[in-house]
């Protein structure tokens, strides 16, 4: 699912530092759109694991996206915020 795009750039986060080729202080990502929503995910569920994260025009509500002008397009994508299953 979704969830693991977040968990795996994590992973690789943890591993590059491990390795020694860079450390967090120097770490950093940058990410729009659909990537600005992966560096929201870093920010608030990994943030150690990065020295900087630069997230550009993220959709971040993800409770209301679906009343967004373009939202109803996405439920797809991301699932209905309404339905509890």
Not at 5 to 16: K, S
Not at 20 to 32: D, M, S, W, Y
Not at 62 to 79: C, I, N, P, Q, T
Request: net charge negative; glycine share 14%.
């Amino acid at each position: 699912g979704r969830h693991l795009v977040g968990e795996d750039f994590a992973a690789v986060a943890r591993d590059l530092a491990a390795r020694g080729i860079t450390t967090v202080e120097q770490l950093g990502a940058q990410g729009g759109s659909n990537g600005g929503l992966l560096m929201g995910i870093m920010l608030t569920q990994y943030p150690e694991l990065f020295g900087a994260l630069v997230c550009s025009v993220p959709l971040l509500d993800m409770k209301r996206f679906h009343l967004l002008l373009a939202g109803a397009s996405w439920v797809a994508e991301y699932g209905d915020p309404d339905d509890p299953d």
